[in-house]
């Protein structure tokens, strides 16, 4: 069997067989010529040597269908990733109750089938709230960690090929949670989600929950006319003031360590405003700040080092063992390029958050709109499709025996970002062309960018 880890921390537990199952069914939906080659069978029994290569072979085969939008895009190829989590998790499809915070600390209880996907998971909170269905493509659900301090760390936003329910259950902590949250940068979007007023009162509370975490810099005065604001229920008059502050509409990461301006810096990295906004601590203590503008950044690629020999599939993420970098090339000057380094358990976290900030500009540069219409509800039911109905087989995979054979380790490039499992150094001379996320927004920079 072979491990398939996504985002650094075990997505399922899978069977030559099974991916093989899975070629098959691509080759019959798109054709031999869309679909790479898969590794042959093999007659007699494999040597050590030929079970690496085999597991190679999987790993190059399931990061090129990733890759290719058709493929890595379909249903086939996500319900396969998603069956298989919720099989090795060995969680039944039932129905069950699944609570869902909010920015102020409320929680949304929806009832949802284990089985359910990201995107029916998403609209059943939007069922439940009332949220237009044209404004449901403007949040999206993230898995989150209680720090001790109440406030959330983000570990990732939650993609189309696993079950939510499994995702944070399986981690058998209850530090982890599911937050509904805006996924969009351009605050410019704003005026869209106030239009209705639970679009807004999303909005709001996750102002208010920013500034009271410190996210959004505010001043004496400005937190004056805040708290005057609120007092009114002005919510609108406190969005647009928010607008203003340095910060609004950022995401801020835990304290992690960077090589800029050199290595071994401790830094606090923010997202948001199509950049990645660094606050270092020098080894002498001093503090600067700098930013990152994402058109510039040419590249990126997210490394990790994850043990052959795996812990329980419950164990959580972000662990000391899986240390996980994000290194991005970036247009220092006209003619100077350098790679920088974030080692962050949260790396995963910070490219999904450039990708996405690179798929708005290039939306917005076509002219198109992130606005996203749902076929939400068909006659007051939860749509569902044929690949969430109930799992009435048994699950196809064992629980790992501790005595057996430590499974082999296929580390794929699963979202949208670049994952590749890494023994020892994580330099960029080590890691493959097909590692690299290479940034379509960087093909338009101008002499007036620089």
Same mark, same amino acid.
């Not at 039932?94 to 869902?100: D, I, T």
């Given at each position: %069997?072979?491990?398939?880890?996504?985002? *650094?921390?075990?997505?399922?537990?899978?069977?030559?067989?099974?991916?093989?199952?899975?070629?098959?069914?691509?080759?019959?939906?798109? *054709?031999?010529?869309?679909?790479?080659?898969?590794?042959?069978?093999?007659?007699?029994?494999?040597?050590?040597?030929?079970?690496?290569?085999?597991?190679?072979?999987?790993?190059?085969?399931?990061?090129?269908?990733?890759?290719?939008?058709?493929?890595?895009?379909?249903?086939?190829?996500?319900?396969? /990733?998603?069956?298989?989590?919720?099989?090795?998790?060995?969680?039944?499809?039932?129905?069950?109750?699944?609570?869902?915070?909010?920015?102020? *600390?409320?929680?949304?209880?929806?009832?949802?089938?284990?089985?359910?996907?990201?995107?029916?998971? @998403?609209?059943?909170?939007?069922?439940?709230?009332?949220?237009?269905?044209?404004?449901?493509?403007?949040?999206?659900?993230?898995? =989150?960690?209680?720090?001790?301090?109440? %406030?959330?760390?983000?570990?990732?936003?939650?993609?189309?090929?696993?079950?939510?329910?499994?995702?944070?259950?399986? @981690?058998?902590?209850?530090?982890?949670?599911?937050?509904?949250?805006?996924?969009?940068?351009?605050?410019?979007?704003?005026?869209? =989600?106030?239009?209705?007023?639970?679009?807004?009162?999303?909005?709001?509370?996750?102002?208010?929950?920013?500034?009271?975490?410190?996210?959004?810099?505010?001043?004496?005065?400005?937190?004056?006319?805040?708290?005057? /604001?609120?007092?009114?229920?002005?919510?609108?008059?406190?969005?647009?003031?928010?607008?203003?502050?340095?910060?609004?509409?950022?995401?801020?990461?835990?304290?992690?360590?960077?090589?800029?301006?050199?290595?071994?810096?401790?830094?606090?990295?923010?997202? *948001?405003?199509?950049?990645?906004?660094?606050?270092?601590?020098?080894?002498?203590?001093?503090?600067?700040?700098?930013?990152?503008?994402?058109?510039?950044?040419?590249?990126?690629?997210?490394?990790?080092?994850?043990?052959?020999?795996?812990?329980?599939?419950?164990?959580?993420?972000?662990?000391?063992?899986?240390? /996980?970098?994000?290194?991005?090339?970036?247009?220092?000057?006209?003619?100077?390029?350098?790679?920088?380094?974030?080692?962050?358990?949260?790396?995963?976290? @910070?490219?999904?958050?450039?990708?996405?900030?690179?798929?708005?500009?290039?939306?917005?540069?076509?002219?198109?709109?992130?606005?996203?219409?749902?076929?939400?509800?068909?006659?007051? %039911? @939860?749509?569902?499709?044929?690949?969430?109905?109930?799992?009435?087989?048994?699950?196809?995979?064992?629980?790992?025996?501790?005595?057996?054979?430590?499974?082999?380790?296929?580390?794929?490039?699963?979202?949208?970002?670049?994952?590749?499992?890494?023994?020892?150094?994580?330099?960029?001379?080590?890691?493959?062309?097909?590692?690299?996320?290479?940034?379509? %927004?960087?093909?338009?920079?101008?002499?007036?960018?620089?």
């Amino acid at each position: %069997a072979y491990n398939i880890h996504v985002n *650094g921390v075990l997505h399922c537990r899978v069977r030559y067989s099974q991916l093989l199952g899975l070629h098959e069914q691509l080759r019959k939906e798109y *054709g031999t010529n869309v679909v790479p080659a898969f590794p042959p069978k093999k007659i007699f029994t494999l040597t050590p040597a030929e079970v690496e290569q085999r597991r190679e072979q999987l790993e190059k085969y399931m990061q090129a269908v990733r890759q290719d939008p058709t493929l890595g895009g379909s249903e086939t190829f996500n319900s396969f /990733l998603r069956k298989a989590q919720q099989e090795t998790q060995q969680i039944p499809t039932e129905e069950v109750v699944l609570e869902v915070l909010l920015s102020n *600390g409320q929680k949304v209880k929806v009832t949802i089938l284990t089985s359910d996907q990201t995107e029916d998971v @998403l609209e059943a909170v939007a069922s439940k709230l009332d949220l237009p269905d044209d404004l449901v493509g403007y949040f999206s659900l993230f898995l =989150v960690r209680e720090t001790k301090d109440g %406030a959330f760390s983000f570990v990732r936003k939650l993609q189309e090929f696993e079950l939510p329910y499994v995702s944070v259950t399986s @981690l058998h902590n209850p530090e982890f949670q599911i937050i509904l949250r805006k996924s969009y940068w351009d605050s410019a979007y704003d005026d869209d =989600v106030m239009e209705h007023h639970v679009g807004l009162n999303l909005l709001y509370a996750q102002t208010v929950s920013d500034i009271e975490h410190g996210w959004i810099l505010v001043n004496k005065e400005q937190h004056r006319q805040l708290k005057s /604001l609120q007092e009114k229920v002005s919510k609108k008059e406190f969005i647009r003031l928010a607008q203003t502050l340095k910060y609004y509409g950022y995401l801020k990461f835990d304290p992690c360590v960077t090589d800029f301006p050199e290595k071994g810096c401790h830094v606090v990295v923010s997202a *948001g405003n199509n950049e990645l906004n660094f606050q270092v601590r020098l080894p002498n203590e001093q503090i600067k700040e700098g930013s990152f503008k994402v058109t510039r950044m040419r590249c990126w690629r997210v490394t990790s080092s994850v043990p052959m020999s795996n812990g329980p599939s419950g164990s959580s993420p972000g662990k000391s063992e899986v240390k /996980l970098e994000l290194a991005f090339e970036y247009l220092m000057s006209k003619d100077r390029l350098q790679w920088v380094t974030i080692t962050s358990p949260q790396a995963i976290m @910070l490219s999904i958050c450039l990708q996405s900030m690179v798929d708005e500009l290039m939306v917005k540069k076509s002219g198109g709109s992130i606005r996203k219409m749902f076929r939400r509800r068909v006659n007051g %039911a @939860l749509r569902r499709s044929d690949s969430q109905q109930a799992v009435k087989s048994p699950p196809l995979l064992d629980s790992p025996d501790a005595s057996r054979e430590p499974m082999a380790k296929l580390s794929s490039k699963l979202t949208s970002v670049s994952l590749r499992g890494i023994s020892h150094s994580s330099s960029a001379n080590d890691v493959g062309a097909n590692d690299f996320h290479g940034n379509y %927004a960087f093909e338009g920079i101008g002499d007036e960018d620089l």
